[in-house]
C-alpha cells in the first residue's frame, strides 16, 4: 500500500509524485481544499500553464465550488467518482478526495482513460478520511 496518509492527513507530496509519474503528457497536478486554495502542486518541469496565476486561483475556485455543488445530487445520482473537462487545447481531470480536490491537465493527446484508471486505483488503496 502507497503511502498517502501521514500523521492522519494526506501526503500531498506522495500523492502529487505519484500521479506526476503516470504519464509524461501529464502537465499539471494540483491538491486543491475545499476553499479553493492549491496546497500542494505544481506544473511538469518544462512546462509553461497556459492561464495566469490570477486565472489559475479562479479556476481552482471554480473547481471547489463545482465539486460541493455536485453534492447536492449525491443522494440520487451517487457521489462524483470524477470529472473530465475536454477543451480545445488541454484535458482536465478532477478527483474528489476527502474534502480536496485533486486537478490534473493533460495534453490533448493524453490517454484520460488510462490515467483516470490508474489514479481511482491509487486513491481507493485506503479509507481513512484524513484532516486537513
Do not use: C
Amino acid at each position: 500500500m502507497k503511502v498517502l496518509i501521514k500523521h492522519d492527513r494526506l501526503d500531498y507530496k506522495t500523492i502529487y509524485d505519484f500521479i506526476m509519474g503516470l504519464d509524461p503528457t501529464i502537465r499539471f497536478v494540483g491538491l486543491i481544499d475545499d476553499m479553493g486554495r492549491l496546497v500542494y502542486g505544481g506544473m511538469r518541469s518544462g512546462k509553461i500553464s497556459l492561464e495566469s496565476e490570477t486565472e489559475s486561483v479562479k479556476i481552482y475556485m471554480e473547481f471547489a465550488l463545482i465539486s460541493k455543488l455536485h453534492t447536492d445530487f449525491d443522494s440520487k445520482l451517487g457521489e462524483v467518482v470524477y470529472s473530465l473537462t475536454v477543451r480545445r487545447k488541454i484535458k482536465m481531470l478532477s478527483f474528489p478526495i476527502n474534502g480536496h480536490i485533486i486537478r490534473l491537465s493533460l495534453e490533448k493527446e493524453a490517454d484520460h482513460e488510462k490515467i483516470v484508471n490508474a489514479v481511482l486505483a491509487y486513491i481507493s488503496e485506503f479509507d481513512q478520511k484524513p484532516t486537513v
